[in-house]
């Protein structure tokens, strides 16, 4: 037993929604709860650089995360919350720099008596900052791989020589186990895109080779935790063995400290059921496990999701509930007072040697195509999760996978925690857009136009050099410009991207089963029947970047024998419509998860209405609570599907129902 407790790590809630006040004001409950640090969410728009009065950012606007469109509501969003002694994850990517440009320029004005570089170096916390997950699984990305390595690298270099507390990026694999990673796969992805951003930061040369050691000192890795928690926690000594190896033989860093793997998890939010949601209560607790019983390979920080994620936005409740759960295991047992329970076990080593081995061999397949960003423009990457997404989930759908109350044991007594859904989740203000608009136009008509106009030009000027892109992007912080000018103006000199869809390249269902082979029979026979194979159309309206789901249907379409058209995310309702008329599809299928959908989807409706395409069956499918259900399929929608939909043969089923319905076939 070690003479001593070791410290707990740092307790976080992910949390924002609607207004910088209302996130405001809950922070401020968690961290009178106990909770050690935040971890901001914000919403699409701020995330992918729109202000609130674009077209693109209807029915966004403080859906799943807080807006935060101008210094004013930064300065709101941490009103009463001294950041030079808070540690704040913000769940930022491509609008990483402006966002920590804004904190930073936050901090100033709470310590005028301080100055400005002093205060620097006081913040401690993260930025994400990781898009070449975006590209992969998030979806939250702006600019093309090379300029957006380009601002990554630009950031750290800032950030080791000014906010040496500061970690200026997350390798987050936490997305890519949502996507459908194997542990090997997590592994050796976050590793490369590791790899592609210390290489980029050495190229640069805007860090002394002195320095050099702090910065790989700073990188820092957010992770994903599943169920299956020796698994995961093997998978999490294999990250810190992976990562001493490389940082000590590839970049030749002498210091044991610098070496160390650091990371945060918030755990497994894929793995949480509608169904019987009760049970995400202990799978919350085993996947903490997973990453806090091994001393050696311990997280520094934990976020944990509510158990009712899957069925919408968590109340502070249900929040304190998640919060509670950290503070029982590192306060109540006895886990701090002891070192690594599982060094020398002989089958704990194995797997672990066995997941370093496979992280390996995919590494050396990735640095062979010429390392992380050509595997993401030859879409090498994204196909293969889609790929293996698609095994897992047809293990799920043959029973080979056991989820309790989904694939098994699914009888159930009616839970009081769901008697009333309405209540048992919480609504983002309806009336939180119109305050961002409001917001919005109140700050530009009290800035000095002349001066944001100024900053910008200089960032656009700078951004055609090399020079490093922060200094700009202070400035245009200081001056009052929006998140949409600083991004817009980034825009304009890097271009933009769309990114690989990974469907057409990935492996789905190998040998169909009975089940889609009796749904392939019923597409075929319908497609005879009108005279042409059938066409769904799926789309994703609105700013929502998680695609998974999209991606998964739209190949369970294709193995059922649809001829699929899916053209990736974040499309305006315009484009989608447009798409259906030009390929004249039997069907059309929103997907959409942000929360959006009663927004968007009459949207939707009335451009087919205007097209004459009023009959054109609509099904809609993501995280839509019931009686949002019943009220689009009151619009006109021909079905709606929610997670507790797993089996994608009876959607496939559900698409020739409808589509038969739709065109007066018995």
């Not at 917001?439 to 050099?465: E, F, I, P, Y």
Request: charged share 25%; glycine share 8%; aromatic share 6%.
């Amino acid at each position: 037993m070690s003479q001593h407790k070791d410290q707990p790590w740092v307790m976080r809630t992910y949390a924002g929604h609607s207004t910088a006040e209302a996130s405001n004001a809950l922070y401020r409950t968690n961290l009178a709860k106990g909770q050690t640090g935040l971890s901001v969410a914000f919403d699409l728009p701020t995330q992918t650089g729109y202000d609130p009065d674009s077209p693109l950012a209807k029915g966004e606007v403080g859906k799943v995360g807080v807006p935060v469109q101008h210094l004013g509501e930064m300065r709101k969003l941490f009103n009463e919350i001294p950041l030079t002694t808070m540690n704040t994850s913000m769940t930022i990517n491509a609008t990483a720099m402006w966002l920590l440009a804004m904190y930073q320029v936050a901090a100033e004005e709470q310590n005028p008596g301080i100055e400005p570089a002093e205060v620097a170096k006081q913040l401690a916390g993260t930025t994400q900052n990781d898009i070449i997950k975006e590209y992969l699984s998030r979806g939250t990305y702006v600019f093309p791989p090379e300029q957006s390595l380009r601002l990554i690298s630009d950031m750290i270099s800032y950030t080791v020589n000014y906010i040496p507390k500061w970690n200026p990026i997350n390798i987050c694999s936490y997305h890519l186990q949502e996507a459908g990673a194997t542990p090997v796969q997590e592994i050796a992805y976050a590793m490369c895109t590791a790899i592609a951003v210390l290489d980029a930061v050495k190229a640069a040369g805007q860090v002394s080779d002195e320095d050099f050691e702090k910065t790989v000192g700073r990188i820092s890795f957010f992770v994903n935790a599943g169920v299956r928690f020796v698994e995961e926690m093997c998978k999490m000594r294999a990250f810190v063995e992976l990562w001493d190896e490389i940082t000590r033989e590839r970049y030749g860093v002498q210091d044991p400290k610098m070496r160390r793997f650091r990371y945060g998890v918030q755990v497994n939010s894929l793995g949480l059921t509608e169904a019987q949601p009760e049970n995400n209560v202990q799978r919350i607790v085993l996947e903490m496990l997973a990453v806090t019983l091994s001393k050696n390979a311990r997280a520094r920080a934990v976020q944990l999701p509510a158990w009712n994620e899957a069925l919408g936005l968590p109340r502070p409740w249900d929040q304190q509930w998640s919060l509670r759960l950290q503070q029982v295991l590192a306060f109540e047992s006895d886990l701090l007072e002891y070192g690594d329970i599982f060094d020398g076990s002989p089958v704990i080593e194995a797997k672990v040697q066995e997941l370093i081995d496979g992280a390996k061999a995919e590494i050396d397949r990735v640095q062979a195509m010429g390392g992380a960003i050509a595997a993401v423009d030859s879409g090498y990457m994204k196909s293969e999760l889609v790929a293996s997404h698609a095994r897992r989930r047809a293990s799920i759908e043959a029973g080979n996978e056991i989820i309790v109350g989904v694939n098994k044991f699914d009888t159930t007594e009616p839970s009081p925690l769901t008697a009333n859904l309405d209540d048992a989740i919480m609504t983002a203000d309806p009336k939180a857009e119109q305050a961002a608009l409001d917001s919005l136009n109140a700050w530009k008509a009290g800035r000095d136009q002349a001066a944001v106009d100024k900053a910008l030009a200089d960032l656009a000027a700078a951004a055609k050099t090399d020079e490093n892109l922060m200094s700009y992007t202070l400035a245009a912080a200081r001056a009052g410009a929006t998140t949409g000018e600083w991004a817009g103006t980034l825009r304009q000199v890097f271009g933009e991207f769309r990114a690989p869809t990974g469907v057409s390249g990935a492996v789905g269902v190998a040998e169909a089963g009975a089940g889609l082979a009796a749904v392939r029979e019923r597409v075929k026979a319908t497609g005879e029947e009108l005279g042409g194979r059938l066409r769904v159309l799926i789309g994703k309206p609105g700013l929502d970047g998680h695609s998974n789901g999209a991606e998964q249907i739209a190949v369970r379409a294709r193995d059922a024998g649809f001829e699929v058209i899916y053209q990736g995310i974040r499309l305006t309702p315009e484009q989608i419509v447009s798409a259906a008329v030009a390929e004249d599809v039997h069907m059309l299928g929103l997907s959409i998860l942000s929360g959006s959908h009663m927004e968007l989807v009459p949207d939707v409706l009335d451009l087919l209405k205007k097209e004459g395409l009023e009959d054109l069956p609509v099904i809609v499918g993501g995280i839509i609570p019931e009686s949002d259900g019943i009220k689009l399929k009151e619009m006109g929608v021909a079905a709606v599907f929610t997670p507790k939909d797993f089996g994608l043969n009876d959607i496939m089923d559900g698409f020739v129902d409808v589509i038969r319905k739709a065109n007066g076939l018995a």
